[in-house]
């Protein structure tokens, strides 16, 4: 539980700092036997900054719970 914790942490802290996904795609414009032409388009995908928020208190919960012993 304590790594499953800790990667939730690094992973809040990353949401926070980039916050959003961006990805690039290619696709083709034109296709005449051997004149090819295509086009490269940039997506992005916004994350919520209380997405990273509740990683961070859900990995912090986790080292606390897995800590313990009974």
Do not use: R
Request: aromatic content about 2%; proline content about 6%; charged content about 15%.
């Amino acid at each position: 539980m304590k790594v499953t914790g800790i990667v939730l942490i690094v992973i809040g802290i990353i949401a926070l700092i980039y916050g959003g996904i961006t990805y690039t795609t290619q696709k083709k414009v034109i296709d005449m036997g051997p004149i090819q032409a295509s086009k490269k388009e940039t997506h992005s995908i916004p994350l919520p900054p209380v997405l990273g928020v509740l990683a961070i208190v859900g990995g912090g919960a986790l080292l606390l719970v897995g800590g313990k012993k009974a």
